[in-house]
């Protein structure tokens, strides 16, 4: 019987020793499968579209290249045709390697392609299973192509730094998020516009210029970085971030015009923010829209003593006023060119049975739209904190 048993562990351990070997061997093989497959693909990490020569769509593409040695290569493909698929096609008859996109990060658009409608890419992205619908999308002033083939010195792949750009800047609240997702929510919804991020070149540098607006997918209007935070503090909430305001002597209360003779500047930190819009009248719109937010302020300039209690209650009345002052401009102006970036009409839709509202109903009910706005502003602690 133990000879039996032992004979037994003996062929035990050797069944061990064969699945280890079976597990190395596959491994090995994928390496070599996953390396083969490297070899002879393009990877395209941004894709570009402009208005094209007698209508044609111009399109940019940057193609990462891997080689064996995992050493990589950029490279930028402009082509042009009928469709998105031909021009595709037309970038692989120009590279030695198939182009894939399934690793694509960012699609640009240029402004005039922008002004003209964007309903096919939008159409096209979304139904494409490559594409991610968590790819960031942007507006170019001017034209994508030139940004993208320019030689800059110190930036080795313009698509991962376009991609890192817009996601820095979106993740810290510096600008509004636009993926793909986000914009096809917004472009289909009835009571709702899409808004996307300006970017453009300056010298040798690629920077965040400004919001576009748009209605029914056309771009209308543009608004400056600063702005991203009213809009933000409107659509949803605002977590985190700085936001620098200057308070103008006459926002001032006479506590503080003490402390200066011309302006006050503040900086601060959003730490939470909550908005509430109510419809209080469906026959005329009309809306409360009440932004409540706590923040810490960072700095004020010319300083003054935070640790006396009325003169932090007046600077939080004065940033309440400021305040609402800017979200009253930034509101005027969409309806100014029909753009609700901001939801309004999904919330009139939900409320009112029966609206049967469509996008051109509802655009120009918005134009006449009432906007009452409350906003609470309270400094959560007082001093400058890094």
């Known amino acids: 019987m133990a000879y039996r048993y032992h004979e037994k562990e003996g062929d035990d351990e050797k069944m061990k020793k064969w699945l280890w070997c079976m597990i190395l061997l596959v491994l090995l093989l994928y390496g070599c499968a996953q390396t083969n497959i490297l070899e002879r693909i393009g990877l395209t990490t941004l894709i570009g579209y402009d ?17 064996p040695e995992f050493q990589s290569k950029v490279d930028v493909i402009t082509t042009e045709d009928n469709t998105s698929k031909g021009n595709r096609m037309e970038v692989n008859r120009r590279v030695s390697k198939k182009v894939m996109i399934g690793q694509m990060r960012v699609i640009l658009f240029g402004e005039a392609l922008a002004e003209e409608g964007l309903h096919y890419y939008i159409d096209a992205s979304l139904e494409n299973a490559s594409v991610n619908n968590g790819v960031y999308t942007a507006i170019v002033k001017d034209q994508v192509a030139p940004l993208l083939e320019y030689d800059y010195q110190n930036i080795e792949d313009i698509g991962q730094h ?9 993740q810290q609240e510096y600008m509004i998020s636009s993926m ?21 070149k300056e010298e040798e540098l690629i920077k965040l210029s400004g919001i576009a607006l748009f209605k ?3 771009m209308v209007s543009t608004l400056p970085p600063p702005d991203s935070f009213y809009v933000k503090v409107i659509r949803d909430t605002f977590k985190s971030g700085i936001y620098e305001t200057t308070l103008q002597s006459e926002d001032l209360p006479s506590i503080l015009q003490k ?18 819009m109510t419809l209080v009248d469906a026959k005329n719109p009309e809306f409360d829209l009440t932004i409540k937010l706590k923040a810490r302020v960072l700095e004020v300039s010319p300083s003054f003593d935070q640790s006396h209690r ?20 930034v509101i005027a102006h969409s309806q100014k060119v029909e753009s609700d970036v901001f939801g309004f009409g999904e919330e009139y839709r939900s409320h009112v049975r029966h609206a ?11 134009k006449n739209m009432k906007v009452n706005i409350h906003v609470d502003f309270v400094i959560l602690r007082n001093g400058v904190f890094e």
Not at 51 to 67: F, L, P
Not at 259 to 276: E, G, L, N, P, Y
């Open 51 to 67: 208005v094209g020569k007698e209508k044609k769509m111009q399109t940019t593409a940057v193609i990462r290249e891997v080689n």
């Open 162 to 170: 376009i991609y890192r750009l817009l996601e820095q800047n979106i």
């Open 180 to 200: 793909l997702h986000e914009v096809g929510r917004d472009y289909y919804a009835v009571g709702r516009d899409m808004a996307m991020p300006i970017i453009e």
């Open 216 to 218: 029914d997918g056309k």
């Open 259 to 276: 402390k200066t003779d011309d302006t006050m500047t503040v900086a601060f930190d959003a730490i939470r923010s909550k908005r509430t």
């Open 310 to 329: 009325k003169s932090v209650e007046a600077l939080e009345k004065a940033i309440q006023h400021k305040l609402t002052k800017e979200l009253a401009r």
């Open 356 to 366: 049967e509202l469509t996008k051109e109903k509802w655009h120009s009910l918005y």
